[in-house]
């Protein structure tokens, strides 16, 4: 054929092949013996071509770890040092913690009996600066100065009371600087609370991976996510508990041997955690254990095997801590307080027709304060709380419409822990609902509940939510949660007593910083409303494929 090419006449362009600037040099090669090119030597296009291969395989993940991490910066700047409940213990506590600088704490009076002891600190995590406020709604952060001339100032700190492992761990951030040191803490406790949350997701079945995220930005609303972003440990605590029964779940139910020891070793990590920041957390997490167990209980020798190993670790996590003394808890927090005598055992019947005020209190009904959270006396509005238990108990009863038996007994046993722990509890103590018991102690359970209620054996699951009842939830939801993030730092800023919708109106009190509230409350309501998109959008996403 007339201009045909032979093998040997064969020529390529290393330029034009490797993407390099090698000359003008060609290269015979032969078909039995191509000759081997020079890797490409990286350009900027390249960097950032895989720039854009990465961001456009995980985007999805990019722009959830960024929405986040500003919703985390948001919650952590809407109030002051010290503003959750017990701050000013906690503080203390930490800044006494053996990671912390020698310096950081002196102890006066080691061992008084109650699991606490005196110690001087920096006076601006003292009572004086972090507590004044406390009960005085109307008062702004400002209203508490640090005493002038002082350096120090006399508190009260962990001596045993609560676990100490969490103390330690944030102790490794305090520095020179109190405020900036309680800070860095606070995000440290966000971001360790969402890696649990996060390895939950990942370790879960399929069939729960877009439950799980709609429950949990329900639920989160307001509680969780001032407790996340605060140095109190119970926020800890709830992140631990949840990614326990996620990890439990994943385990009963994994495919494959990778994926039953990566949920292991999560459950591990979870009870850890839980052992290390509340007295009452390894006694949570095996609660949630055990609905894990009861919901994907089957009757095959693996599936025994696999249920023996995870409740094993939740015992293994309550009995080290019997056995460290943790659990002991010698103050009064928590569902494990010591009994009184009997002439002041509490009313049993008069605090059980009072439960569904104690669950409205998990989702701001009460003045959040110390009796609930989040901060002290921070009294939500009702678009708040409604809007939250109207979309957590509309969730549970359309998961009801599938029940079987197995969930029918976790959803039973999940929910006699939620209302028999805290008035066992009340009634051991002599208190009155709400007296004697935070909301906190078992708002953990209230995403195990909202999960086990929406788990489906087959089918879509909330994919066949219609397009109407996800909007819906989901705006109601984001609207919750824009209004308790404006009612929080309004409440810090000047006190309540000022309503106006402008948070820069009167300010009396704010951090040294460039973005003012109004900028950290809009930045804070945008980023929830993307991750309610994000999830919003995947259950749309597979609604539809389920249809097709």
């Not at 109030?79 to 913690?97: E, R, T």
């Not at 061992?111 to 004086?128: W, Y």
């Amino acid at each position: 054929m007339s201009g045909a090419i032979t093998p040997e006449d064969r020529t390529v362009d290393v330029d034009a092949a490797a993407g390099s600037s090698a000359g003008d040099a060609s290269v015979p090669t032969d078909p039995e013996h191509p000759a081997a090119t020079p890797d490409p030597a990286p350009t900027d296009a390249g960097w950032v071509a895989r720039a854009a291969e990465a961001v456009r395989r995980h985007g999805t993940a990019i722009v959830v770890v960024l929405a986040a991490a500003v919703l985390g910066a948001a919650w952590t700047l809407a109030s002051p040092v010290g503003s959750a409940p017990d701050g000013q213990f906690h503080l203390a506590s930490i800044w006494c913690s053996p990671t912390a600088p020698d310096d950081a704490c002196t102890e006066l009076v080691v061992g008084i009996g109650d699991g606490t002891m005196l110690v001087n600190v920096p006076v601006e995590i003292g009572p004086t600066t972090v507590s004044c406020f406390a009960g005085s709604p109307d008062l702004s952060a400002s209203a508490c100065p640090p005493i002038e001339g002082a350096t120090e100032e006399l508190a009260v700190a962990n001596d045993g009371r609560n676990p100490g492992w969490y103390y330690a761990a944030l102790g490794m951030f305090v520095g020179g600087d109190p405020v900036e040191s309680a800070l860095l803490a606070r995000l440290a406790s966000w971001a360790v609370s969402g890696a649990l949350l996060a390895a939950g997701w990942l370790v879960l079945p399929r069939r729960l991976r877009l439950a799980f995220p709609l429950v949990l930005l329900v639920v989160a609303v307001p509680h969780a996510l001032f407790l996340w972003s605060s140095t109190n440990p119970s926020g800890v605590t709830i992140a631990a508990v949840v990614a326990a029964w996620c990890a439990a779940v994943g385990v009963l139910g994994a495919p494959d041997r990778r994926r039953s020891l990566a949920g292991g070793a999560l459950l591990t990590a979870a009870v850890l955690a839980a052992a290390s920041s509340r007295a009452d957390g390894t006694l949570l997490t095996l609660v949630a254990v055990v609905a894990a167990v009861i919901l994907l209980a089957r009757p095959d020798r693996d599936a025994a095997a696999r249920a023996g190993a995870v409740v094993g670790i939740g015992f293994a996590g309550l009995l080290a801590s019997l056995v460290a003394g943790s659990v002991a808890a010698r103050g009064s927090e928590g569902l494990l307080a010591a009994s009184p005598t009997t002439e002041s055992r509490g009313d049993l019947w008069g605090n059980l027709v009072e439960v569904p005020y104690y669950l409205a209190a998990g989702f701001g009904r009460v003045s959040v304060g110390f009796d609930s959270g989040p901060g002290w006396d921070t009294v939500l509005p009702r678009i708040t709380w409604v809007p939250t238990m109207a979309v957590f108990f509309g969730l549970v009863f359309w998961g009801l419409a599938r029940t079987d038996l197995a969930k029918g007994l976790a959803l039973a046993f999940v929910l006699l822990a939620i209302v028999a722990a805290p008035l066992i509890s009340l009634w051991r103590n002599g208190d009155p609902l709400p007296v004697g018991l935070q909301a906190r102690a078992v708002l953990p359970l209230i995403p195990v509940l909202g999960v086990t209620a929406l788990h489906r054996r087959a089918g879509p699951g909330v994919a066949a939510l219609s397009g109407a009842q996800l909007g819906s939830a989901l705006a109601l939801v984001t609207i919750a949660h824009s209004a308790a993030l404006h009612r929080v730092i309004r409440r810090h800023v000047t006190g309540i007593d000022v309503t106006a919708f402008d948070l820069d109106a009167g300010r009396e009190w704010w951090w040294e910083i460039t973005l003012g509230p109004n900028a950290v409350w809009l930045l804070g309501t945008v980023a929830f409303a993307v991750l309610a998109l994000v999830v919003g959008r995947a259950i749309s996403v597979a609604g539809r494929r389920a249809t097709e």
